[in-house]
């Protein structure tokens, strides 16, 4: 990720406020212990985009659970043609 800042576990602690107003600027504060990634830090905006992929995962759907009418749409579907 472009721009962001890596830190070690200790040094964060001891200057939160200090990242947590470089995480506005950066985005993303990446922190390590012992050379290892151990967590990160968000800016409020990165939460927010985070949340919504999330959102946006795969959800699970089983052949025989769904309907005709879903079952219609997906045999008629073109590629690289949007849905009417």
Do not use: C, W
Request: charge should be negative.
């Amino acid at each position: 990720m472009a721009g962001e800042t890596t830190v070690r576990a200790t040094e964060f602690s001891r200057n939160f406020a200090h990242y947590q107003d470089e995480a506005i600027r950066k985005k993303v504060i990446i922190v390590t212990s012992h050379d290892r990634v151990v967590g990160g830090y968000l800016s409020a905006d990165e939460l927010a985009h985070y949340e919504k992929l999330r959102a946006r995962e795969r959800e699970v759907l089983l052949v025989g659970e769904l309907g005709d009418d879903v079952i219609a749409d997906i045999q008629g579907a073109e590629y690289g043609v949007e849905p009417r």
